[in-house]
């Protein structure tokens, strides 16, 4: 199956008319996001890799070309789109990266009816990846050092490339595993899991259970002790941990509740057992708030699955991410509607210390103090550089740390968090108001 039909259908129509009238001059497009959501202070970057791949496979094979038909396009249409591929170059910001409101995540140029076909797999793959990157970011910064954190999304994420991409999005801001098995594999993550409450309730007894789990998995002997009484479960898994001498891969799991007050319940009970070693692990609906409560609540919690709210954004799950036109055939283009104007002119973002931006033109020189956030990562339809999965993963963490670690407080707390702006460049603020003129002129329209 070709890839060019992963898209609206009205990008095909708009290329099938440019490639009609030979309009094959190269169009710059800008993706990036109006507006943050209120209880974001920051965006992560993410979703690049993706967007990789497909342009360097664009192409519409027989069956893309023969449905293509059935819906009335003409032979002509068909030879010239049977005919694309992408041959642009690609600017966007590194994977990890903090990016802020208006900022471009990527910059694409490429003779207009290519670009005009990307727009829809784009802006699909990055602005839910950096939604959830965001989502898993802010959860890392809640836990703080305190607390490992785990991805456990799958089940409820929204189909299998959903819970692919929230594995890794994650793994980008330094969780530390997954439940997803296909996704440890393909990324290079550690697989984690333990039981589920099915497993406690086929055997006789809770301890019978247990006893059976530790002999069979002894070096990750976690075991859930919430499914009747939880501190009766505390100690049970005590006894057989103490019993079968497994304490060095050990833990207890706590999935309901008042986790904190548990927790600290259940440190109590495995010290006084002799077991400072065994860890205690905790899931339940749990996001950056939760996790936030049990670090100032002082919970002694060594790890902690996040799931459903991370794997699906719960309280963002979209951005306002567009993806605009801003030069055709060397000219500078704006959009001027009410509430949704843009700039216009290839972009470049210079970053200053303590994430403080600027947005500006590509060409221009980068402020004194500032360095370039926007890289090449194609040209001439490849990749300027590959990387292998799980490579590209830590790459992207190191890149998140460092950001992360520079970034101010007030756009990083969990609570009314206060996202930065990028100012504009004197640059970029003259070719606006030039390019707005000539529209208002009625030269452009």
Not at 22 to 51: H, I, K, N, W, Y
Not at 270 to 278: F, H
Not at 375 to 391: F, I, K, L, Q, W
Request: proline share 5%; hydrophobic share 45%; with cysteine.
């Amino acid at each position: 199956m070709g890839r060019a039909l992963f898209t609206d259908f009205y990008e095909l129509n708009m290329a099938a008319s440019y490639l009609r009238r030979g309009m094959e001059a190269p169009a710059t497009f800008s993706l990036f996001v109006r507006d943050l959501p209120p209880q974001r202070g920051f965006l992560v970057a993410a979703g690049l890799e993706d967007c990789l791949d497909w342009l360097e496979g664009l192409a519409f094979d027989q069956d893309d070309l023969a449905y293509l038909e059935r819906l009335g396009f003409p032979g002509g249409d068909l030879d010239a789109l049977g005919a694309l591929r992408f041959s642009g170059e690609l600017w966007a910001v590194p994977e990890g990266r903090i990016v802020f409101a208006g900022e471009p995540i990527l910059e694409l140029t490429a003779p207009i009816a290519e670009a005009q076909l990307a727009e829809t797999f784009l802006l699909n793959r990055v602005t839910f990846q950096t939604a959830l990157a965001s989502k898993a970011a802010r959860c890392r910064v809640a836990a703080g050092g305190h607390i490992d954190l785990v991805e456990f999304g799958f089940r409820r994420t929204q189909g299998v490339d959903a819970g692919l991409a929230a594995a890794r999005s994650s793994a980008i801001v330094g969780f530390s595993g997954t439940s997803n098995v296909e996704a440890a594999r393909h990324f290079g993550l550690e697989p984690v899991g333990t039981m589920a409450h099915s497993y406690v309730e086929s055997f006789p007894t809770e301890k019978e259970a247990f006893a059976a789990y530790a002999s069979d998995f002894p070096e990750r002997a976690v075991l859930l002790v919430d499914t009747y009484d939880t501190l009766a479960g505390v100690e049970h898994a005590a006894q057989v941990i103490v019993e079968l001498g497994v304490e060095g891969g050990a833990g207890i799991r706590i999935d309901s509740g008042d986790l904190a007050a548990l927790a600290k319940a259940a440190r109590a009970r495995l010290d006084e057992a002799g077991l400072s070693r065994v860890r205690i692990f905790v899931s339940g609906g749990l996001d950056e708030f939760d996790l936030a409560a049990l670090v100032a609540a002082g919970a002694p919690v060594d790890a902690a699955g996040v799931g459903t709210r991370l794997g699906v954004s719960a309280d963002a799950p979209y951005l306002d991410s567009v993806y605009k036109l801003v030069s055709y055939a060397g000219q500078p283009v704006l959009k001027l509607s009410e509430g949704k104007e843009t700039l216009p002119g290839a972009k470049q973002v210079f970053r200053a210390e303590g994430l403080r931006d600027v947005l500006g033109l590509r060409e221009e020189p980068a402020p004194p103090g500032t360095s370039a956030l926007l890289e090449p990562v194609m040209a001439e339809g490849r990749r300027v550089r590959t990387s292998e999965p799980h490579a590209a993963i830590v790459a992207a963490r190191h890149r998140f740390q460092a950001d992360l670690q520079a970034l101010p407080e007030e756009a990083r707390a969990v609570a009314g968090p206060k996202a930065l702006a990028p100012s504009v460049s004197p640059a970029l603020e003259a070719l606006t108001s030039q390019v707005r003129g000539r529209h208002r002129r009625g030269e452009g329209s």
